[in-house]
């Protein structure tokens, strides 16, 4: 079965602090993994790929850990427009579509 | 250029009445998706295209059908409504089934109430 697993949270943080989340996945046939960002009531949108050897974009850093199965996001100095809901999403070989997971909500108070 | 359309924003409908939720794209993607999304539910996938001409079941499609009309549009059709299908439906849709950087882009949502 392919699945990511995440823990629902929330997350309550407050500005400037860092929060990292992570994801475990089931199925070790994965080919790749997203992070992507919904905010609430709206559609979610790509936040940033997740590369075995790691990759960052300003105060993200996403991980990938293929021994132990888990996927992580770092936010850095968090922002008040983090507060939102982060969806790890995994991509598995063959012909299948990406396997969403249930979400980790984050908000950060000021 | 308006990447991916949904209508309508907002139904609500009684139990057993039936309608079909329209999806757009206009970004040349093959594959198109429905998804429905509930709380502590996570995003299901109920039905999928990888290309024009070709739809697969997904996770949840029970109660539902679609429809890839041509490559533009993906519709899911509810034909006998009942309150477990109150949800907010997403489409989706990518360049291709899969690939490392294939992005999904989703529409705006349908708001679903069956009473």
């Known amino acids: 079965r392919k699945e990511v697993e995440q823990d629902p949270g929330p997350f309550n943080v407050p500005e400037g602090a860092t929060v990292a989340f992570n994801c475990t996945y089931s199925?070790?046939?994965?080919?790749?993994f997203f992070w992507y960002r919904q905010d609430c009531r709206k559609e979610p949108k790509l936040l940033m790929s997740?590369?075995?050897s790691g990759n960052e974009d300003g105060r993200f850093t996403a991980q990938l850990n293929r021994a132990s199965q888990y996927i992580s996001l770092l936010i850095r100095d968090s922002k008040l427009s983090d507060s939102a809901t982060y969806l790890c999403?995994?991509?598995?070989?063959?012909?299948?579509?990406?396997?969403f997971g249930k979400g980790t909500r984050l908000s950060v108070i000021a | 250029n308006a990447g991916v359309t949904q209508t309508p924003k907002f139904q609500v409908l009684k139990t057993g009445q039936s309608m079909t939720l329209q999806c757009a794209q206009d970004?040349?993607?093959?594959?198109m998706y429905w998804y429905r999304q509930d709380p502590g539910m996570g995003l299901r996938l109920i039905y999928y295209?990888?290309?024009?001409?070709?739809?697969d079941k997904g996770e949840v499609p029970n109660g539902y059908n679609v429809s890839r009309l041509n490559k533009r549009e993906f519709s899911l059709r509810l034909e006998s409504a009942a309150p477990s299908q109150t949800s907010v439906y997403f489409c989706?849709?990518?360049?291709?089934?899969?690939?490392?950087?294939?992005?999904?882009?989703f529409g705006p949502g349908t708001r679903l109430t069956v009473l």
């Open positions: 999403v995994g991509l598995y070989s063959g012909n299948t579509p990406l396997v």
């Open positions: 989706a849709s990518s360049e291709f089934l899969t690939g490392a950087d294939n992005e999904q882009f």
């Open positions: 295209s990888a290309s024009e001409g070709t739809t």
């Open positions: 997740v590369y075995s």
């Open positions: 199925n070790s046939a994965s080919q790749s």
């Open positions: 970004m040349n993607h093959n594959s």
